[in-house]
Protein backbone atom coordinates (compact mmCIF):
# COMPACT_ATOMS: atom_id res chain seq x y z
CA UNK A 1 0.00 0.00 0.00
CA UNK A 2 1.40 2.99 -1.10
CA UNK A 3 0.42 5.82 1.72
CA UNK A 4 1.46 8.68 -0.09
CA UNK A 5 -1.03 8.99 -2.51
CA UNK A 6 -3.58 8.97 0.10
CA UNK A 7 -6.31 11.92 -1.23
CA UNK A 8 -5.97 14.79 1.91
CA UNK A 9 -9.32 16.29 1.38
CA UNK A 10 -9.26 18.60 4.36
CA UNK A 11 -6.35 19.67 3.36
CA UNK A 12 -7.88 21.17 -0.03
CA UNK A 13 -10.17 23.69 1.47
CA UNK A 14 -7.43 25.88 3.85
CA UNK A 15 -5.11 25.56 1.22
CA UNK A 16 -7.10 27.19 -1.44
CA UNK A 17 -8.58 30.04 0.84
CA UNK A 18 -4.45 30.65 1.84
CA UNK A 19 -4.23 31.36 -1.97
CA UNK A 20 -6.97 32.89 -2.78
CA UNK A 21 -5.78 35.81 -0.05
CA UNK A 22 -2.78 35.46 -1.06
CA UNK A 23 -3.98 36.63 -4.10
CA UNK A 24 -6.52 39.25 -3.54
CA UNK A 25 -3.88 40.99 -1.24
CA UNK A 26 -1.46 41.21 -3.47
CA UNK A 27 1.01 39.74 -1.13
CA UNK A 28 0.68 42.34 1.48
CA UNK A 29 -1.40 41.20 4.35
CA UNK A 30 -2.40 44.99 5.87
CA UNK A 31 -6.32 45.54 5.40
CA UNK A 32 -7.26 48.64 2.86
CA UNK A 33 -7.71 52.29 4.89
CA UNK A 34 -7.09 50.95 8.32
CA UNK A 35 -3.58 51.76 9.39
CA UNK A 36 -1.90 51.05 12.81
CA UNK A 37 -1.63 53.75 14.65
CA UNK A 38 -0.03 51.93 17.88
CA UNK A 39 2.27 49.03 17.44
CA UNK A 40 0.87 45.32 19.21
CA UNK A 41 1.32 46.44 22.96
CA UNK A 42 2.09 43.89 25.13
CA UNK A 43 -0.58 43.22 27.65
CA UNK A 44 0.95 41.72 31.38
CA UNK A 45 -0.85 40.19 34.24
CA UNK A 46 -0.46 40.37 37.63
CA UNK A 47 3.04 38.28 37.70
CA UNK A 48 4.59 40.58 35.34
CA UNK A 49 3.56 37.81 32.62
CA UNK A 50 2.40 38.40 29.08
CA UNK A 51 -1.12 37.25 28.47
CA UNK A 52 -1.46 38.78 25.23
CA UNK A 53 -1.40 41.92 22.51
CA UNK A 54 -3.58 44.93 22.46
CA UNK A 55 -3.64 46.92 19.35
CA UNK A 56 -4.88 50.43 18.40
CA UNK A 57 -5.95 50.52 14.77
CA UNK A 58 -7.04 54.06 13.03
CA UNK A 59 -9.45 54.42 10.10
CA UNK A 60 -11.35 57.54 8.27
CA UNK A 61 -14.33 56.99 10.79
CA UNK A 62 -12.75 56.46 13.72
CA UNK A 63 -10.97 53.84 15.75
CA UNK A 64 -10.97 49.93 17.05
CA UNK A 65 -8.80 48.51 19.87
CA UNK A 66 -7.90 44.32 18.53
CA UNK A 67 -7.65 42.75 21.92
CA UNK A 68 -6.20 39.25 22.46
CA UNK A 69 -5.53 37.21 25.63
CA UNK A 70 -5.26 34.44 26.85
CA UNK A 71 -5.32 33.50 30.75
CA UNK A 72 -8.69 35.55 31.84
CA UNK A 73 -11.31 34.01 34.26
CA UNK A 74 -13.94 33.08 31.98
CA UNK A 75 -17.11 35.84 32.09
CA UNK A 76 -17.03 39.89 31.77
CA UNK A 77 -14.41 41.98 32.61
CA UNK A 78 -14.27 45.56 32.49
CA UNK A 79 -11.90 47.45 30.14
CA UNK A 80 -10.48 50.96 29.89
CA UNK A 81 -8.28 53.26 29.14
CA UNK A 82 -6.23 55.17 32.10
CA UNK A 83 -4.27 58.20 32.00
CA UNK A 84 -1.33 57.15 33.83
CA UNK A 85 1.76 55.73 31.62
CA UNK A 86 2.85 52.27 33.36
CA UNK A 87 1.88 49.19 34.04
CA UNK A 88 3.71 48.01 37.53
CA UNK A 89 2.41 44.56 38.62
CA UNK A 90 0.65 43.53 41.10
CA UNK A 91 -1.80 46.31 41.53
CA UNK A 92 -1.34 48.56 38.44
CA UNK A 93 -1.83 51.42 40.56
CA UNK A 94 0.60 53.61 38.42
CA UNK A 95 -1.99 52.57 35.25
CA UNK A 96 -3.83 55.96 37.36
CA UNK A 97 -7.15 57.05 36.66
CA UNK A 98 -9.09 56.29 33.75
CA UNK A 99 -8.58 58.41 30.76
CA UNK A 100 -11.31 61.63 31.42
CA UNK A 101 -9.75 64.99 29.26
CA UNK A 102 -13.49 66.43 29.76
CA UNK A 103 -13.75 65.73 34.33
CA UNK A 104 -17.26 62.86 33.91
CA UNK A 105 -18.40 60.47 35.83
CA UNK A 106 -17.61 57.34 34.74
CA UNK A 107 -20.09 54.79 32.84
CA UNK A 108 -21.92 54.85 30.18
CA UNK A 109 -25.26 54.36 31.91
CA UNK A 110 -24.12 57.30 34.77
CA UNK A 111 -26.35 60.30 33.43
CA UNK A 112 -23.20 62.11 34.34
CA UNK A 113 -20.96 59.84 32.06
CA UNK A 114 -18.73 58.65 30.52
CA UNK A 115 -15.02 58.93 30.52
CA UNK A 116 -13.72 59.44 27.36
CA UNK A 117 -11.57 55.62 28.69
CA UNK A 118 -14.64 54.02 29.10
CA UNK A 119 -14.89 50.97 26.86
CA UNK A 120 -17.47 47.90 27.29
CA UNK A 121 -17.04 44.58 28.71
CA UNK A 122 -15.11 41.87 27.56
CA UNK A 123 -16.28 38.77 27.47
CA UNK A 124 -13.60 35.97 28.21
CA UNK A 125 -14.69 32.37 26.83
CA UNK A 126 -14.68 29.15 28.82
CA UNK A 127 -11.38 28.33 27.35
CA UNK A 128 -9.81 32.00 29.23
CA UNK A 129 -9.17 33.42 26.22
CA UNK A 130 -10.21 37.04 24.92
CA UNK A 131 -10.15 37.77 20.95
CA UNK A 132 -12.25 40.72 20.58
CA UNK A 133 -12.17 43.86 18.43
CA UNK A 134 -13.82 47.14 19.83
CA UNK A 135 -14.91 50.29 18.04
CA UNK A 136 -13.39 53.59 19.56
CA UNK A 137 -13.64 57.39 18.48
CA UNK A 138 -11.17 58.74 16.06
CA UNK A 139 -10.78 61.36 19.48
CA UNK A 140 -9.83 59.10 21.62
CA UNK A 141 -7.43 57.06 19.04
CA UNK A 142 -5.39 60.25 18.52
CA UNK A 143 -4.87 60.55 22.38
CA UNK A 144 -3.82 57.29 22.25
CA UNK A 145 0.30 57.01 23.28
CA UNK A 146 0.59 60.76 23.78
CA UNK A 147 1.82 62.16 26.49
CA UNK A 148 -0.06 61.65 30.03
CA UNK A 149 -3.28 61.10 28.16
CA UNK A 150 -4.25 57.66 27.35
CA UNK A 151 -1.85 56.12 28.01
CA UNK A 152 -2.71 52.59 29.59
CA UNK A 153 -5.20 49.61 29.01
CA UNK A 154 -6.34 47.93 32.14
CA UNK A 155 -8.70 45.21 31.80
CA UNK A 156 -10.08 44.59 35.90
CA UNK A 157 -10.84 41.26 37.20
CA UNK A 158 -14.49 41.77 37.51
CA UNK A 159 -17.27 43.44 34.88
CA UNK A 160 -17.79 46.91 34.82
CA UNK A 161 -21.44 48.42 36.06
CA UNK A 162 -21.30 51.15 33.50
CA UNK A 163 -22.47 53.26 36.52
CA UNK A 164 -20.68 53.59 39.47
CA UNK A 165 -18.02 56.05 39.84
CA UNK A 166 -15.00 55.95 39.48
CA UNK A 167 -14.45 52.02 38.28
CA UNK A 168 -18.12 50.20 37.57
CA UNK A 169 -17.09 48.35 40.86
CA UNK A 170 -15.00 46.55 38.18
CA UNK A 171 -12.59 45.47 41.12
CA UNK A 172 -9.02 44.96 41.00
CA UNK A 173 -7.02 45.50 38.12
CA UNK A 174 -5.96 42.02 36.62
CA UNK A 175 -3.66 42.92 33.60
CA UNK A 176 -2.57 46.08 31.75
CA UNK A 177 -0.83 47.44 28.46
CA UNK A 178 0.83 50.59 27.82
CA UNK A 179 0.17 52.15 24.46
CA UNK A 180 2.83 53.18 22.64
CA UNK A 181 2.14 55.77 20.07
CU1 LIG B 1 -9.96 50.59 34.62
ZN1 LIG C 1 -14.38 55.30 33.72
Known amino acids: MNRGVIFKPWLVGPLLTALGFAIACGGSSKPPQVVP ?10 DGRKIGTAAVLSSKSG ?9 VPPGPHGLH ?18 Y ?14 PHAGDMPNVIARADSSVDTTLAIPASVVSAVGH ?3 ART ?14 SGNSG ?3 ACGVLEA
Open 172 to 174: PRF
Open 81 to 98: LHAGSTCDPPKFDTAGPH
Open 63 to 71: GLLVLKLTG
Open 100 to 113: DPGTHKHGSKNPAG
Open 153 to 166: LVLHAGADDLATDP
Open 147 to 149: GMT
Open 37 to 46: SSANTTVINR
